[in-house]
């Protein structure tokens, strides 16, 4: 059974940092793309980054220059080190993986809660 595991959320103040990671175990088939998505109260999922196998990253206009992504590709994970973290910033954070051979497909982690609150 394929899982991803996330860690490193938890409550810090504005101005502070956290280091998210993402552990998988069960697969079997080769990555395309690992990343980050959020989800804020009332709000849809949004990308926060991503990164391919190739070290080609994508990230949202609003963590360029805060959040940096990196993966280790012989272990399968995923990480990202969020700087000057912001109120707005406070959501659920959930790792993403996707590969497309031999067919496209699409996996989530739980979600870990990042709160950004003095």
């Known amino acids: 059974q394929v899982q991803l595991v996330e860690s490193g959320g938890g409550l810090v103040q504005p101005g502070g940092s956290l280091r998210l990671s993402c552990a998988t175990s069960?697969?079997?088939?080769?990555?395309?793309?690992m990343g980050w998505y959020r989800q804020a109260p009332g709000r849809q999922r949004e990308l926060v980054a991503t990164i391919t196998n190739g070290g080609t990253r994508n990230a949202a206009d609003f963590v360029k220059g805060r959040f940096t992504i990196s993966r280790d590709n012989a272990k399968n994970t995923v990480d990202l080190q969020m700087n000057s973290l912001k109120p707005e910033d406070t959501a659920v954070y959930y790792c993403y993986l996707q590969s497309i051979s031999p067919a496209y497909l699409e996996i989530w982690g739980q979600g870990t809660q990042v709160t950004v609150s003095s």
């Open positions: 069960g697969i079997f088939f080769p990555i395309n793309a």
